[in-house]
């Protein structure tokens, strides 16, 4: 049996597509790393800078009135709300850590190698760089620095700092005070209060973390779509004995 015309077809089926593959993964792969380690450096730089050369509560203007740096430490979950005390801390911790965990295991084994788009993966690696920024904070900067009041605070030998490893304090200071004012008299319960967008103070993390979410859920029509499988190439070996037909 002559396998020659079938050796081609073989081929690019299990040996030429599967490299070109795991290839596509390796640099999606890559993607994801980059684009982690990019949101971690400028999340941590910025949150460094505002530990070691701000006061607790120091707000400085950055453009006009609207936008600031604003220093406060989040003890808990996003807008400084709380869960328990030590061990809901702890709680918090752990969890960000098994979610950034998961989050990496999941955009590798099902994203990428299920062939999801790259938006999709793009914005996942978002969430997940925005986790592990956070994550940072919750488990070191109780152990290398010290406290935040009325001085600057300093790094610090490991262990002699603020806190315990775990329970560290989360460092915001992204500000945009764009519209403030008063509530109306005829408004319920808030009239004649006074009212500000956006109130929370956030950092990098926080809004990649946003930006990630929001993304996916305006835009997951196009995002949650799975990029085509790659045909295959079927070239059909000419047969010795064939011969030309005659119009």
């Known amino acids: 049996m002559d396998i020659l015309p079938t050796l081609p077809k073989y081929l690019n089926r299990h040996i030429y597509i599967p490299i070109i593959f795991a ?36 707000e400085i203007n950055v453009l006009g009135h609207w936008f600031k740096l604003h220093f406060i430490e989040n003890e808990g979950m996003a807008f400084g709300m709380k869960f328990g005390e030590d061990w ?10 098994c979610a950034v965990a998961w989050g990496f295991y999941f955009i590798q084994t099902t994203l990428i190698r299920q062939k999801y788009s790259n938006g999709l993966i793009f914005c996942s690696a978002l969430i997940l760089a925005g986790a ?28 002699q700092g603020y806190g315990q490893l775990f329970h560290g304090h989360v460092v915001d200071m992204l500000y945009f005070p764009i519209l403030q ?46 990029e085509e499988e790659p045909q295959s190439a079927t070239h059909t070996a000419p047969t010795p004995d064939a011969e030309p037909v005659a119009d």
């Open 23 to 58: 290839k596509i993964i390796l640099v999606k792969l890559k993607h994801v790393i980059f684009i982690v380690l990019a949101v971690l450096i400028f999340d941590q730089a910025l949150k460094i800078y505002i530990k070691t050369h701000f006061f607790y509560g120091e």
């Open 88 to 97: 809901g801390k702890l709680f918090l911790t752990l969890f960000r850590l």
């Open 132 to 159: 592990l920024g956070n994550s940072i904070d919750s488990v070191f900067y109780g152990k290398i620095f010290s406290a935040s009041s009325f001085h600057v605070a300093h790094f610090t030998a490991w262990g």
């Open 181 to 226: 004012g008063t509530f109306p008299s005829w408004m319920p319960f808030w009239a004649g209060e006074p009212f500000e967008f956006f109130r929370p103070v956030f950092n990098i993390a926080d809004a990649s973390i946003s930006g990630g979410v929001i993304a996916i859920f305006v835009f997951q029509r196009s995002l949650l779509k799975k």
